[in-house]
């Protein structure tokens, strides 16, 4: 990608540092991008990537330093100023108005609000240019809402481009593709960068990065540690960057399955609202093994998470624990019946943020004669239960009676588990266990799910990253409109071919062996 | 503008914006004194010595608290569920009805018996009036502010119907009135000679009740998370429909026994005006509490003396008795802003 | 039947569309609210203040525009305290909106009882008068229901049309609907949530204390205690029963007008003297509570609405 010694400098952050609190998200980081460049900024969860981009963009400003585009002083804290510079961001979160058409996504906020009426026409011909320019197939008058996440990224994408961006951010743009999909993004970048477009690239996945860019930023707890040419490095320089020190790989020892602890024989279940249904699936739980389940988010891992879980019935097929058909499913039936539940999000699914530590230890347990009885609570036992978590997963927190929202993500996933593991369950559902978590926690996760396993219990493990998923299987599924691929054993498929499957082809031929 | 919390508010911030918002209040109340043409300090000491200043005024105080005290738990048990539970003003309508069908002679029970007796009856009306609101919001997904809202409505007119027909009072001489309660359901005074009856005594107890069941029990532990999370609660195992339901039956419980405490304790029978909006300032003695039921009592207290006080001051020089709403209404806006400025610091960007 | 001589009436049309109009006015006032992502429960007091301030301000003299004004101004006032309290504070709004309802109607009844200490009857004042429009009014049946009305009447149905347009044919229509579905996507695109939602929630609030002036105004000519009764309330009802959407929802409370009016003359029939005229007086209530019921599906809630916006939440 270009020299770019001899490129100008279309953006300069100098001294940038941002505080939330007694947390320094970003600790005086300053680095050039040339005109040309794709950069990409690495680093691990909670590294302060998104914050710098969000500074450069505008939704925060920062508390000191400054940012420079290209040659000028850029106004802080206003996205308009921003744009207006040329600064375009793709989010990784989507910023889109689900309710509104994708030209409407687009042209919102371009035309001076006091105008009255729309320049529709103009409008849409330009974007129609864009689309074919960059290959961003989209359809105009599309309602959002009804978009799958690939097209809703090229939406966002043209959002920049309409509005004629020079330096482009993307923050983890690939988290929610199909390789095949990255690929189609990578292109189109490369064709922004033909046109004297700059990039930065916000990604934890080291692949990524050392095929897409041409320079890496490294941030380490909100500080700049490394600043390489791509060329000149490696994934494994760049993971001990990262971390700040030696990755340690992850060990799977090889362990023999057991029996089949939960069975689902051609379940189906129905769409609910825009979640996908279950098709027809049928799925092998054996103790002693993990079971991952690859698949682009959106397309049944949820509905899947849902029966599993006890919060979801079949509509159609079979459902057998240990042999025995499943009667009457609630997520209180899961809980007894040994099932252990890691919920997607743990800040709106898995934990009460203004509950103490204590009162998120007991919330599926507190009917148990230990913590309550005849309506009365035990808080004492409960505390011990509290406390003993908290030793034995190292929780790091001030004490069992801190509200759990003052915890970081890790400390919060490990509560979570810790309550769910303290029960010896026989089936773990880890639904994207370690999203969002420093490496620190993510390790921590893994090596957890791993000793369960060897232990004997059955883990299904649900995550929309193939990385993930593959060091940690025995058995790769692939999930992909609600249908289930058949069962590939640890080291038969590349991702490429997996990533095949995550299109949704391979599904054609009928009928997959158990 | 951001909202960046604050991670260890010290004792400072904890009581202090409290205090600044009470001390705004003052401030407004002054400042409509002022706009009435009269002397605010003149004005402030009259409500402080008509809330507070004689044995009288003192009796005055609590038995107004009395209802307060109810209503407001009843608010503070919903909202800490996310209960909007607007309605009290018709529970505690529906409590006073079968308060009065039960005590004016249809059942031939003696004293001991016929107080328990029509306020669990009472209660359970309640109870039933939130139920269907409730259970709307859980089928249907109806919005539950709207629905109690409106009931309100009906009930006053319901009500209307029934002293004007079936329940009318035949030696009332036309003013619409129920009978009189016949002496066993009375509620019997403290001490001879105060006109502070039992139900005051009732209320705390009843404060004291709510807090041992929010802090001791597992339906207190239940209620709290779901109001706290629904979702989260659900996933965890914890049947919410139900728990929604037991908290709209002790909401409207609670507040229909206000109703019935104001029937048997002070006033003995059933008029239009029997609620000058108990159920609408409960929710402001609810919120100043923090929705805590110990707090309840304390903030019933403080809002029956800011009425009782605004009665008297304005007997005394004709500042319009409707201060003190606005004082009320001001001291709850100041408080939620107060409560919130507690726990965050206000940041550029 | 005589159900049918009152429905094909004009008198009854005209008396619905008269009774419609600070509906109008009041629902597409939330609505623009909703719309945004605020739900506003002041609704109820700010009809209240404007319908005091607009008669008090003709009582005390100015002309009758200036009354509509004055109570326009009051209205944005009370929305200026609710939408700052709850969109860059962020407070519940359910808690906000019962307060400022509160605030509203004490402060009312506190400066009436100020400006007219002794009265027992409200003194009434010269209210708007109906402006018949040519030709259009000998119409038959349409004529004197739809065009022999005040002017407030054709000021109603001209907002109803005018927030359609604003809402879908223009940039600040888009940004609304935007803000009250995902706040973020208005603000990545350099526009501002605090500024478009408090915006609104003044406009909105503006537009409901005309439709309070409308009763002091048009309909009655005095103020008294009690006046608006509920229909704040009912006009969140009519919201959600018209999907969010001006036309339907003008439709909503034309139709919701109609059987008001329809109770109003049952009471005066046979059947009233049966049952008990308080039936009557309940049934726009019950009905605003089956309107909710009947809508409950509501795939067209705002998706943002009664969510604060917190910039960029970690």
Not at chain 1, 43 to 62: C, P, Q, R
Not at chain 1, 272 to 284: M, P
Not at chain 2, 225 to 247: D, H, Q, S
Not at chain 3, 283 to 301: C, D, G
């Amino acid at each position: 990608m270009g020299g770019q010694a001899q490129a100008r400098v279309v953006l300069r952050l100098s001294g940038i540092t941002k505080r939330f609190g007694p947390l320094v998200a970003n600790d005086a980081i300053t680095f050039d991008l040339h005109e040309g460049e794709v950069i990409a900024l690495l680093g691990e969860n909670g590294a302060g990537k998104t914050t710098l981009m969000n500074i450069l963009f505008g939704h925060y400003s920062a508390d000191e330093g400054a940012v420079e585009l290209f040659g000028a002083p850029l106004a802080p804290g206003n996205p308009r100023a921003a744009l207006a510079a040329g600064v375009g961001m793709v989010h990784q979160h989507f910023t889109l108005a689900d309710n509104l058409t994708v030209m409407e996504n687009i042209v919102l906020g371009t035309e001076p609000l006091w105008r009255l009426g729309r320049g529709r026409a103009a409008a849409r011909r330009r974007v129609e240019e864009l689309s074919r320019d960059f290959g961003l197939a989209v359809h105009p008058d599309a309602r959002v809402g009804s978009l799958s996440v690939g097209e809703r990224q090229r939406v966002e994408i043209l959002k920049a481009l309409y509005r004629e961006a020079r330096i482009l951010i993307l923050d983890e743009p690939t988290a929610v593709l199909t390789p095949q999909e990255a690929d189609d993004l990578f292109a189109t970048l490369r064709k922004a960068v033909a046109r004297g477009m700059s990039v930065i690239f916000i990604s934890h996945k080291l692949h990524e990065v050392m095929a897409i860019s041409s320079r890496v930023l490294v941030l380490r707890h909100g500080k700049l540690v490394g600043e390489v040419r791509t060329a000149d490095t490696d994934r494994h320089q760049l993971a001990t960057l990262m971390v700040g020190a030696e990755v340690a790989a992850l060990e799977v020892r090889p362990h023999a399955p057991g029996p089949v602890l939960m069975a689902l024989r051609a379940v189906s279940t129905p769409a609910r609202g825009n979640a996908t249904g279950l098709k027809g699936i049928t799925l092998d739980l054996r103790a002693g093994q993990i079971t991952g389940l690859a698949g682009v988010s959106g397309n049944g891992q949820a509905a899947l998470a849902a029966l599993v879980g006890g919060l979801d019935l079949p509509e159609a097929g079979e459902m057998e624990m240990s042999g025995a058909p499943v009667e009457g499913w609630s997520p209180r039936r899961a809980v007894d019946a040994g099932v252990a539940r890691i919920p997607e999000d743990r800040h709106k699914t898995g934990t009460i943020a203004d509950f103490t530590l204590t009162e998120n230890a007991i919330l599926e347990s507190y009917g148990d004669g230990k913590f309550s009885r005849r309506g009365w609570m035990n808080w004492r036992a409960a505390e011990g239960f509290a406390t003993d978590i908290i030793a034995t997963y190292d929780v790091r927190c001030p004490g069992p009676a801190t509200r759990i929202r003052l915890l970081s993500g890790g400390n919060m996933q490990k509560l979570i588990l810790g309550r769910v593991l303290e029960r010896g369950p026989k089936i773990i559902l880890a639904n994207q266990p370690v999203r969002g978590l420093d490496i620190g926690a993510v390790t921590y996760v893994h090596q957890r799910l791993l000793r369960a396993r060897d232990e004997g219990a059955a883990v299904l493990l649900v995550s929309e990253d193939l990385d993930e998923v593959m060091a940690l299987s025995d058995v790769i599924h692939v999930i992909s409109e609600g249908r289930l691929s058949p069962g590939f054993a640890r080291g038969t498929m590349t991702p490429a071919e997996l990533g095949v499957w995550m299109a949704g082809h391979g599904f054609e031929e009928a009928g997959h062996a158990a | 503008m951001r909202l960046e919390p604050v991670a260890d508010p010290g004792l400072g911030r904890t009581l202090g914006f409290p205090a600044a918002a009470l001390g705004a209040t003052l401030a407004f109340a002054m400042a409509l004194a002022l706009a009435a043409g009269a002397d605010p300090l003149a004005v402030l000491g009259l409500m402080i010595k008509g809330a507070a200043g004689s044995k009288f005024a003192l009796l005055e105080t609590l038995n107004r608290a009395t209802p307060l005290i109810f209503t407001g738990l009843a608010v503070a048990v919903a909202f800490r569920a996310k209960l909007w539970n607007i309605g009290a003003e018709a529970q505690l309508y529906a409590g006073a009805i079968v308060t009065v069908l039960l005590g004016t002679g249809a059942l031939g029970l003696p004293w001991p018996l016929l107080l328990p007796v029509s306020a669990l009856f009472a209660a359970l009306a309640g109870a039933l009036v939130l139920l269907g609101p409730a259970t709307l919001k859980l089928r249907f997904g109806v919005d539950e502010v709207v629905t109690t809202l409106l009931f309100n409505f009906i009930m006053l007119l319901f009500v209307s119907y029934l002293l004007e027909g079936p329940m009318k009072d035949p030696a009332g001489m036309g003013w619409p009135k129920s009978q009189k309660l016949i002496a066993e359901a009375r509620l019997p005074r403290i001490m001879e000679g105060l006109r502070l009856h039992w139900g005051f005594l009732l209320a705390l107890v009843a404060a004291l009740g709510v807090w041992v069941v929010q802090t001791r029990t597992t339906l207190g532990y239940e209620m709290r998370a779901v109001g706290l999370n629904p979702e989260a609660a659900r996933f965890a195992g914890l049947p919410v429909g139900r728990i929604m339901i037991k908290t709209a039956l002790l909401s409207g419980g609670l507040a229909a026994l206000a109703g019935w405490s104001e029937v048997a304790g002070l006033k003995g029978s059933l008029t239009l005006d029997l609620s000058p909006g108990f159920g609408y300032t409960g929710i402001i003695v609810a919120m100043l509490a923090l929705l805590n039921p110990l707090g309840v009592v304390v903030s019933a207290l403080f809002v029956a003396g800011v009425f009782v006080g605004a009665d008297s001051m304005s007997r005394a020089i004709g500042v319009p008795t409707y201060i003190a709403d606005a004082l009320m209404a001001a001291a709850l806006l100041f408080m939620v802003l107060a409560l919130l400025l507690s726990r965050v610091r206000v940041r550029r960007g | 039947m005589e159900i049918f001589d009152i429905l094909l009436s004009a008198t009854f049309w005209a008396a619905a569309i008269r009774i419609a109009s600070p509906l109008i006015f009041a629902t597409m006032g939330e609505l623009i609210c909703e719309r945004a992502g605020v739900l506003n429960l002041g609704i109820e007091g700010i009809m209240i203040a404007g319908a005091f301030t607009g008669w008090f301000a003709v009582y005390s003299g100015l002309p009758l525009p200036a009354g509509v004004l004055m109570a326009l101004l009051v209205g944005m006032a009370f929305g200026a305290l609710q939408g700052v309290l709850t969109v860059p504070f962020g407070l519940s709004q359910h808690v906000v909106g019962l307060g400022v309802t509160l605030l509203a109607t004490s402060m009312t009844y506190f400066t009436y009882r100020l400006a007219l200490p002794e009265v027992t009857s409200p003194p009434r004042i010269e209210a708007f008068a109906e402006w018949p429009v040519p030709v259009l009014s000998a119409i038959p049946l349409v004529g004197p229901s739809l065009f022999s009305q005040t002017p407030l009447t054709y000021l109603a149905f001209a907002t109803v049309a005018a927030v359609a347009f604003v809402l879908y044919r223009t940039p600040l229509g888009l940004a609304l609907r935007a803000v009250g579905e995902n706040p973020a996507s208005v603000e990545a695109q350099g526009l501002s949530v605090t500024g478009l939602r408090l915006g609104a929630v003044m406009a909105g609030s503006g537009l409901m204390a005309v439709g309070g002036a409308f009763l002091t105004m048009s309909a009655f000519n005095s103020f008294f205690f009690e006046m608006v009764n509920g229909r704040g309330w009912i006009c969140i009802a009519l919201v959600v029963f018209g999907a969010w959407k001006p036309w339907k929802s003008m439709l909503g409370a034309v139709l919701f007008a109609a059987f008001d009016a329809l109770q109003i003359r049952l009471q005066q029939m046979p059947i009233g003297a049966h049952v008990p005229y308080q039936v009557f007086l309940m049934m726009p209530f019950a009905l605003s509570i089956l309107a909710l019921i009947l809508m409950s599906r509501r795939a067209e809630v705002p998706a943002a609405l009664m969510v604060p916006y917190n910039k960029g939440e970690r």
